[in-house]
């Protein structure tokens, strides 16, 4: 996923990934074992994955001026023209210390920028180039969905397979209702109390919700 020019185009190729990953999710009523298995890791991973690269090409397209679902042009009081220096701003901006280090330069390559896992990342780096878009990141941010931390728990855990990764992913799941010690692959697949879903469907509506939120 890339930065664009227009937050209609990327929302879309958000869409149609997600898609996808909810007919892999479908596959795993079907089947048993260990291919079950590989289906549902498979699936919180992509999905991790496609939450943080959605989310940091948003953040280069907002800087870069693009296009919002309803028509309106981003600005910002920063004169950014290239996705090095987006980087190199978003780097200022989150990892100060850091940057400085570097000897403050005017493109950052992106491998060196900090990895944005968290929207609030987003709110504090948009709100530092003063872009005229903050109020639709603030309304996203207002759902207070938790699901960010909540599948980079389940992520670390199909990624880093140890006791460290499964004990994080169990206390992460006690704060969505898990009351039993179970498996990862049981854990995406339980509701939250009161839902009538398994917690990952309800990532994948928040997800949805929280995308469509921020791009409008």
């Known amino acids: ?70 028509g309106t042009r981003t600005a910002s009081q920063q004169a950014l023209t290239s996705e090095g220096e987006a980087s190199a701003f978003i780097m200022s901006s989150l990892n100060s210390f850091g940057y400085q280090r570097m000897g403050s330069p005017a493109t950052v390559p992106r491998r060196k920028e900090p990895t944005i896992r968290q929207p609030r990342d987003v709110e504090k780096v948009l709100l530092a180039a003063k872009a005229n878009n903050i109020v639709s990141v603030q309304r996203a941010l207002a759902f207070n969905f938790k699901f960010f931390d909540e599948i980079g728990s389940l992520r670390n855990f199909y990624c880093h397979r140890n006791k460290d990764t499964y004990d994080s992913a169990y206390s992460k799941a006690r704060n969505w209702g898990a009351t039993s010690r179970l ?9 939250r109390p009161g839902r009538p879903v398994p917690i990952i469907r309800d990532w994948i509506g928040e997800a949805r919700l929280f995308f469509e939120e921020i791009t409008a």
Do not use: W
């Not at 699936?43 to 943080?52: A, F, M, R, T, Y």
């Not at 989310?55 to 001026?65: A, D, N, P, W, Y």
């Not at 498996?183 to 509701?191: A, F, I, S």
């Open 1 to 70: 996923m890339n930065h664009c020019s227009d937050l209609e185009s990327l929302y879309a190729s958000f869409e149609k990934r997600l898609y996808r990953l909810t007919i892999e999710l479908d596959h795993v009523r079907e089947i048993e074992g260990y291919r079950r298995r590989m289906i549902l890791a498979q699936v919180v991973v992509e999905l991790d994955n496609l939450l943080l690269g959605c989310l940091r090409e948003f953040l280069v397209s907002c800087l870069l001026g693009t296009r919002t679902v309803n």
């Open 183 to 191: 498996h990862p692959d049981e854990l995406v697949l339980k509701p």
